[in-house]
């Protein structure tokens, strides 16, 4: 998840490649800098799943949330929206509906990151996937940056035996999805995905099972 000033399981290699663990997950608190290696749980795997449409940011519209969040922040009186609670949200009936979904989304994903983390230290990876649903389903909801095509494959995964949850990965507006499926499902699951996204779509995916190791350094 990728967040307002925090970070969980993120995209910043640097990162990843300096403190990835094997058989554990990176948090990073982008404001701080602290970063916590949070075991992963051992009968669990994830799946990429690329959607087949390239990411449209050039389009504007990654600009476009980057500016309405900012502006979210302006409306609540904060520098950024992590300083900001769903309680908070709850409480301000004056924001434009636009805003407050932008505000949602991003409050809503911080949030789940400091949840995510205590689940995954309780090994609870069924809390973990229903997490990765409700982000997934947030992205759709309130930020806008998902696809008909991401949200197939998230549909597509969810009927799959041993899954636990499914969500976009990285900025969204096309690329991929990640799913969390018990880890003696995942490459059968990966080929299943496959046939079914190509025969609704005629888009090719090759879906790949990850494996949690060790950082490049």
Same mark, same amino acid.
């Given at each position: 998840?990728?967040?307002?000033?925090?970070?969980?399981?993120?995209?910043?290699?640097?990162?990843?490649?300096?403190?990835?663990q094997?058989?554990?997950?990176?948090?990073?608190?982008?404001?701080?800098?602290?970063?916590?290696?949070?075991p992963?749980? +051992? /009968?669990?795997?994830?799946?990429?799943?690329?959607?087949?449409?390239?990411?449209?940011?050039?389009?504007?519209?990654?600009?476009?949330?980057?500016?309405?969040?900012?502006?979210?922040?302006r409306a609540l009186?904060?520098?950024? +929206?992590?300083?900001?609670?769903?309680?908070?949200?709850?409480?301000?009936?004056?924001?434009?509906d636009?805003?407050?979904?932008?505000?949602?989304?991003v409050?809503?994903?911080?949030?789940?990151?400091?949840?995510?983390?205590k689940? +995954?230290?309780? /090994?609870?990876?069924?809390?973990?996937?229903?997490?990765?649903?409700?982000?997934?389903?947030?992205?759709?909801?309130?930020?806008?940056?998902?696809t008909?095509?991401?949200?197939?494959?998230?549909?597509?995964?969810?009927?799959?035996?041993g899954?636990?949850?499914?969500?976009?990965?990285g900025?969204?507006?096309? /690329?991929?999805?990640?799913?969390?499926?018990e880890?003696?499902?995942?490459?059968?699951?990966?080929?299943?995905?496959?046939q079914?996204?190509?025969?609704?779509?005629?888009?090719?995916?090759?879906?790949?099972?990850c494996?949690?190791?060790? /950082?490049?350094v």
């Amino acid at each position: 998840m990728t967040v307002s000033n925090v970070t969980f399981l993120i995209d910043s290699h640097q990162v990843i490649a300096l403190f990835g663990q094997a058989n554990h997950a990176v948090f990073f608190d982008c404001r701080s800098e602290d970063i916590l290696r949070v075991p992963f749980p +051992l /009968g669990l795997a994830l799946i990429v799943a690329e959607s087949g449409k390239e990411r449209a940011l050039t389009s504007g519209e990654y600009n476009l949330r980057r500016e309405e969040t900012h502006a979210a922040a302006r409306a609540l009186g904060v520098p950024a +929206l992590r300083d900001v609670t769903s309680a908070d949200l709850e409480r301000r009936s004056d924001l434009p509906d636009l805003i407050r979904r932008r505000a949602a989304h991003v409050v809503g994903e911080n949030e789940r990151v400091w949840r995510a983390v205590k689940l +995954l230290e309780a /090994g609870d990876g069924i809390g973990f996937g229903r997490l990765m649903n409700e982000s997934h389903e947030s992205s759709r909801q309130n930020f806008d940056n998902s696809t008909p095509e991401l949200d197939l494959l998230v549909s597509s995964a969810a009927k799959l035996p041993g899954v636990l949850g499914a969500r976009l990965t990285g900025a969204g507006f096309g /690329g991929a999805i990640v799913v969390l499926c018990e880890r003696s499902e995942a490459q059968s699951n990966a080929t299943e995905l496959s046939q079914r996204y190509f025969a609704a779509t005629r888009l090719p995916t090759l879906p790949f099972v990850c494996r949690v190791a060790d /950082g490049a350094v």
